[in-house]
């Protein structure tokens, strides 16, 4: 025992007896308790070390008094509960000589976790103080200004108060409600709200207090008026940054240093995170073989991660760029010391090859993200798009039912409703095939579950507008944005991904059949907005600085996009943020009729025949966006095809 810890255990044997004295003198009064003080001392010598058993038994004596916390007193308070016990036993054996007085137990009670608790509080106060003090008086901290009031703000200023790293000193809050302005929290004062950011500085200012940056905390980036105050903080030459995200990580503790990072694009846009219960995820994942395709892609990339961390037994990754193959497999590697992925250079577009590849894998779960999905190409290369995005997904469920895998994952998007554009029409075609693929394996008693997840765009992946908008920043501008009301749905690759492993999990224990999930993307955002985002974020001023150019909507692209169809009735999953749907059953013979058909074309590259094939296969598929009625024509399908056509809903 140490030195220290002696000490501990004397304070304790001394504060219980004056406790148990305190008790009696409380309950008989000064002139009975003076008169009965023999016998008390004889209780006291009893009791003392019965209690500093039990406080030796609890750990009390090793319980550092800097670092008490909430865990700490409820032990003190078990452990005084013990000598408590022993007294009214004492009173209940006596046998009606009064030795303990029935209520003098409960009064040793309350006393006794006082004096243990009170001065281990006390010490801890002191030295955080002391701590405190010290750290604000170094010359070198460096004034800041916070956004934000609520936890996360006060688990800020604490863990700065702690971070001699950061050697950040909070000298004021901004709040976006304007009720919490006067009030403070951990000292701190809230100055102001988002607009008053201009004569908070300059009061900080007179004070000699100017602060250096502006730190958001993650609670505030959704808040409305964030945009002008970051404008205002540009403004006024004060540098902004964020809270990141590893930061508020549960589990972090109070001493965990303070990440800052620059304020993002994704960080405007970006939800707040959900909390998930991924158990489902893992049930599923663990110990199987796991097949992505398009695994160097942004949705295929990021699922190979997320799925790591699931502990699979085995993951191949299959992609057709050589390089992006290279780049995710090196990173698999890096994560996975146990190797258990492997790389398949090759495409959904080669049948022997992919054959080869499910024969040799057999996986048991199939992510699908392979796809061409740039718009603007796809609209000029309707065969290869047909090729990838339609027959190289009937291929993907007909191997995924042969090697008899668990379940196979479509990736859509929200250009498959209502498609004016190939992209869209060959998604929801995909979505066709994997809707008859379930009802077919249901219908064969096989165990293969085929499910669709579609969702809208999302945050930083490779062709869309924020690497564009980034480039064309560094260059200068003009920033250029095809049509000032084109308006999208974003969500982070991360989310997006979270959301659809979580929905494979519940379209695997549904009993529906050819079930299709939607992911709740929020509300949508439009481009011209988002580009004056990023120009202000870049320190300029949009239309000053920067020009936005608009260049007219392009061949296939439409303004608004839609995450479901009218016919669709969507309702909610167990998963946060996922509805789901049935799609509405087409005949088995009208499909393979089309999809046959449509193998020819791409076979003879007839990019008129694919077009015409896409038309009787998507029924509202109108590329001249006007979504008029099909005539019937020499090529029209037969009429239990066109009354199939008219009733089918994506899937």
């Known amino acids: 025992m140490t030195r220290r810890q002696l000490i501990i255990v004397a304070h304790d044997a001394v504060v219980t007896a004056v406790a148990l004295f305190f008790s009696f003198f409380l309950r008989w009064g000064s002139t009975e308790f003076f008169a009965r003080l023999d016998r008390i001392a004889v209780v006291c010598a009893l009791t003392v070390p019965i209690a500093a058993a039990a406080y030796w038994v609890a750990g009390l004596h090793r319980l550092p008094w800097r670092f008490v916390s909430m865990p700490d007193l409820t032990r003190i308070a078990i452990a005084v509960t013990i000598p408590a016990v022993v007294l009214a036993l004492a009173d209940f054996f006596a046998r009606g000589?009064?030795?303990?007085?029935?209520?003098?137990?409960?009064?040793?009670?309350?006393?006794?976790?006082?004096?243990?608790?009170g001065p281990r509080v006390l010490y801890r106060a002191h030295r955080t103080r002391r701590r405190d003090r010290r750290a604000f008086k170094n010359a070198y901290r460096v004034p800041v200004l916070l956004a934000g009031i609520g936890e996360e703000t006060e688990q800020l200023i604490r863990?700065?108060?702690?971070?001699?790293?950061?050697?950040?000193?909070p000298v004021g809050l901004l709040t976006p409600k304007e009720r919490y302005i006067g009030s403070r929290i951990q000292g701190v004062p809230a100055l102001g709200g988002f607009g008053d950011l201009e004569a908070v500085m300059r009061r900080l200012e007179s004070r000699d207090r100017k602060p250096r940056r502006l730190v958001l905390t993650r609670e505030v980036l959704e808040s409305e008026g964030i945009d002008d105050l970051l404008a205002a903080a540009r403004r006024l030459g004060l540098s902004t940054v964020r809270v990141s995200e590893a930061m508020t990580q549960l589990g972090g503790g109070e001493g965990a240093a303070v990440k800052l990072a620059p304020v993002s694009i994704d960080d405007l846009l970006g939800r707040s995170a959900r909390e998930l219960?991924?158990?489902?995820?893992?049930?599923?994942?663990?110990?199987?073989?796991?097949?992505?395709?398009?695994a160097g892609g942004s949705i295929g990339s990021e699922l190979c991660r997320q799925i790591l961390d699931m502990e699979p037994s085995a993951m191949l990754l299959l992609d057709l760029s050589e390089l992006a193959l290279w780049s995710i497999g090196k990173e698999m590697?890096?994560?996975?010391?146990?190797?258990?992925?492997?790389?398949?250079?090759?495409?959904?577009?080669?049948a022997g090859d992919l054959a080869e590849a499910f024969r040799d894998f057999r996986p048991e779960l199939v992510f699908h993200a392979a796809a061409l999905k740039h718009v603007d190409l796809v609209e000029a290369h309707p065969v290869a798009a047909a090729a990838t995005n339609t027959l190289g997904t009937l291929e993907v469920a007909r191997l995924s039912r042969e090697v008899g895998a668990v379940c196979a994952v479509f990736i859509s998007t929200d250009k498959a409703v209502h498609p004016v554009s190939v992209l869209g029409a060959t998604k929801q075609a995909g979505e066709h095939v994997f809707a008859a693929a379930d009802r077919a394996a249901r219908a064969a008693g096989e165990p293969t579950r085929f499910l669709s997840v579609r969702f809208g765009n999302v945050l930083g992946s490779s062709g869309s507008v924020i690497p564009l908008f980034t480039q064309q920043l560094r260059a200068g501008g003009?920033?250029?944005?095809?049509?000032?009301?084109?308006?999208?749905?974003?969500?982070?690759?991360?989310?997006?991904?979270?959301?659809?492993?979580?929905?494979?999990?519940?379209?695997?224990?549904?009993?529906?059949?050819?079930?299709?999930?939607?992911?709740?993307?929020?509300?949508?955002v439009r481009i011209v907005d988002l580009a004056r985002r990023m120009i202000r974020l870049a320190g300029l001023e949009p239309d000053i600085d920067i020009a936005i150019t608009f260049t007219g909507l392009r061949p296939g692209e439409r303004l608004q996009e839609a995450l479901e169809s009218e016919g669709e009735d969507l309702r909610p999953t167990a998963v946060p943020g996922v509805r789901a749907t049935s799609a509405r059953p087409v005949e088995a013979e009208v499909m393979q009729g089309l999809l046959d058909r449509?193998?020819?074309?791409?076979?003879?590259?007839?990019?008129?025949?694919?077009?015409a094939t896409l038309r009787r296969l998507v029924p509202d598929y109108h590329p001249d966006g006007t979504g008029p009625s099909l005539p019937d024509d020499a090529t029209a399908a037969p009429a239990g095809a066109r009354q199939a056509r008219l009733r089918i809903v994506s899937g």
């Open 97 to 117: 000589q009064v030795i303990v007085p029935r209520t003098v137990p409960a009064i040793y009670w309350l006393v006794q976790v006082a004096l243990l608790a």
């Open 159 to 169: 863990r700065l108060r702690r971070d001699a790293v950061s050697a950040l000193e």
């Open 277 to 294: 219960d991924l158990s489902a995820v893992r049930a599923l994942v663990g110990g199987r073989r796991v097949l992505v395709t398009g």
């Open 333 to 350: 590697r890096v994560r996975d010391p146990e190797a258990r992925t492997r790389q398949h250079l090759g495409s959904v577009t080669d």
């Open 478 to 524: 003009p920033i250029t944005v095809t049509h000032p009301e084109v308006e999208r749905y974003f969500m982070t690759i991360r989310e997006a991904v979270t959301l659809v492993l979580m929905a494979s999990a519940e379209g695997v224990q549904s009993a529906e059949r050819a079930p299709v999930f939607v992911l709740d993307m929020g509300q949508p």
């Open 598 to 611: 449509l193998r020819r074309a791409v076979a003879e590259h007839d990019s008129a025949g694919v077009l």
